[in-house]
């Protein structure tokens, strides 16, 4: 028999809107969310940059920002439209599962199928299948969470969901450091599919809610009025205005962190091998990993749990923040191993509070039920743009000032990242 998972329901949202949660419901979330990282992190920390430096060694830095931008662009396009269509889902497999599986089966295909390309551009067009399934899988994943999960407890779920990123990039680039690219692809796509079984069979979505919390039309309704509905994109410009300040505010907050991120990892292999100059610097990239985790579970599950107990969100995600360009600055500044070690840690620390608070800060303040898996697809846009951003300016910055510049500017991001969340009001 499960073990229930005791919840509270917010006063602001009615106790029936949530069922009772189980563990097995939780780690079934939290597996199929692991699985998903280790395809995409594994894939992009190690095997992609090993077989673009193999296809074209003398410009692999700008073929990897390439094709990374490539991927990242098909995340921003598909976090957005599989939000919106498992909103509008009404299968009886679940309105978010239904996707989740989708995603998860074209993401593992494509990764099947790098290891027999030749060219950056057919390793680009299998890597933005790869990218773009994750962005799917990604924000109906989101989306789950507010449906059946109470705000008082969204910082803690969301922390422990947030620490399969961290273990997805440990576990993968361990298991494929010491492999070819040739078999690192086919290994961790077997592990896509097969961490998404537990969620393919009871992560079952609650009911599509009767109630609306705004004064929206129905998609397939007339207006009080009797009028159509607005044209298409006039209606996509007046959902973006609905969304208000405070989404925005929120949105530039999500895509500095993640920016600040993606800097700093892009050409870590690259980093190490150049710069620091290690013997092995696949094995590097799997050291700090595991230091990246240890610095998420240690501070991201206490920091997400003391938000939920004080009820406030924006204080935690600025010390996230700096802490976030403290270890940034310190691996910018002084290009030793022992100081890599130290500041994968701070980031990973900072990072995972951040994700943590600043998940279940968003879910606070969405419009309306009924559009949460669009709303969290185009929040999700924002980590993915800054990933679609990140590797071309970073391939700018290396050339201009090298590593130092690279880490300076990811550590200035971060403290944007901070204060862009501040101007919010609705949320304490």
């Not at 925005?248 to 600040?260: D, K, L, P």
């Not at 700093?264 to 092995?280: G, H, K, N, P, S």
């Not at 998940?359 to 679609?388: E, F, P, W, Y």
């Not at 590593?403 to 990242?417: C, I, K, P």
Request: hydrophobic share 55%.
């Amino acid at each position: 028999m499960e073990k229930p998972l005791v919840v509270r329901a917010s006063p602001a949202e009615p106790p029936s809107t949530f069922k009772p949660l189980s563990f097995s419901w939780v780690l079934a979330l939290f597996a199929v969310t692991l699985g998903m990282w280790i395809g995409l992190l594994a894939a992009a920390q190690v095997l992609l940059p090993s077989q673009i430096e193999v296809i074209d060694p003398d410009r692999k830095v700008w073929a990897l920002g390439a094709v990374t931008a490539a991927g990242a662009v098909a995340a921003v396009l598909a976090a957005p439209l599989v939000g919106a269509l498992s909103d509008r889902t009404r299968w009886r497999f679940g309105k978010r599962r239904s996707w989740v599986i989708a995603g998860t089966v074209f993401c593992a295909l494509a990764l099947l199928a790098l290891p027999w390309q030749s060219s950056v551009i057919a390793v680009g067009i299998c890597w933005t299948i790869v990218h773009g399934g994750v962005g799917g899988i990604s924000a109906a994943l989101c989306a789950v969470v507010p449906d059946r999960v109470p705000v008082d407890r969204r910082g803690t779920v969301f922390a422990i969901v947030g620490f399969a990123q961290p273990l997805g990039l440990v576990f993968g680039t361990l298991l494929v450091s010491g492999v070819s690219f040739r078999a690192g692809y086919p290994l961790v796509a077997v592990l896509v599919v097969l961490l998404a079984l537990p969620y393919a069979f009871i992560g079952r979505d609650v009911p599509v809610l009767t109630h609306r919390t705004d004064q929206q039309e129905q998609p397939d309704q007339p207006t009080r009025a009797g009028k159509p509905r607005r044209p298409a994109p006039r209606r996509l410009i007046a959902d973006a205005k609905a969304l208000g300040p405070d989404f925005a505010w929120a949105w530039g907050g999500r895509f500095m962190a993640q920016f600040a991120t993606s800097l700093a990892t892009v050409y870590l292999l690259y980093f190490l091998r150049d710069e620091i100059r290690l013997d092995d610097p696949a094995q590097g990239v799997a050291v700090l990993s595991l230091m990246f985790t240890a610095g998420i579970i240690v501070v991201g599950l206490l920091v997400g749990r003391a938000s939920d107990r004080a009820g406030r969100r924006k204080i935690f995600v600025i010390v996230a923040a700096l802490l976030m360009a403290g270890g940034l600055t310190g691996m910018g500044l002084v290009s030793t191993w022992p100081v890599a070690v130290v500041a994968a840690a701070a980031l990973g620390g900072g990072y995972g509070a951040y994700l943590a608070v600043d998940q279940a800060l968003v879910t606070q303040i969405l419009r309306s039920d009924s559009d949460r898996g669009k709303d969290l697809g185009v929040m999700n846009m924002a980590g993915s743009a800054a990933v679609a951003v990140a590797p071309l300016v970073a391939a700018g910055g290396v050339d201009l000032g090298g590593y130092t510049l690279l880490f300076l500017l990811a550590g200035a991001m971060a403290v944007l990242g901070g204060l862009l969340i501040q101007p919010i009001k609705s949320v304490p």
